[in-house]
């Protein structure tokens, strides 16, 4: 598996802008086991995004697909940056969406 | 909901050993929604785990779960320290155990 963890800014005051955007367009992804948007108590404008795919190919290709495309031109202009970023290789736990776990 | 990011490192070449243990003890805890364990694929000794409940009390509540005391004594030994450790505020996404997506 492959998953990311990131942190994004979004522009002053338009968090919750990002984020609905984000819910939006999150869904049954081809090969997305989980995609969890949270905001952070300690910084206003802070968005942690965590993410779990069956592989780096399926994440790379759902930046291609036209609804990622849409959510991620409608979101730019709300987004500041993106602060922190660590790609991982989840192995098992609980909550993956097909039923990989343990 | 409330979430925690965190990166603990493994004892030098007891990651596996570790990860064997969260993987093992960690099933559906009450209030749990998701709990993701990773490897770091750029640092040999480092896990990264993502965890989603309903609130606060749930996660505080599971640390005291017999289960999850047994884990915590077994894998004590092969830690070496906790590097990173964030609380969020989770608000949807997809792959939520008990359906809460979106």
């Known amino acids: 598996m492959y998953g990311l963890i ?4 979004a522009s002053r005051g338009q968090r919750d802008a990002v984020m609905d955007v984000l819910r ?5 992804l081809p090969g997305c086991l989980s995609y969890i948007i949270a905001r952070d108590p300690a910084d206003a404008d802070a968005i ?16 291609q697909l036209p609804e990622v495309q849409a959510a991620i031109a409608k979101a730019r202009p709300f987004i500041a940056g993106f602060e922190f970023q660590v790609e991982t290789h989840p192995v098992g736990g609980f909550g993956l969406a097909d039923g990989k776990t343990g």
Chains 1, 2 share one sequence.
């Open 6 to 9: 990131g942190k994004m800014r």
């Open 24 to 28: 939006a367009s999150t869904g049954a």
């Open 48 to 63: 942690w995004v965590t993410e779990v795919w069956t592989d780096a190919e399926s994440h790379k290709a759902s930046l």
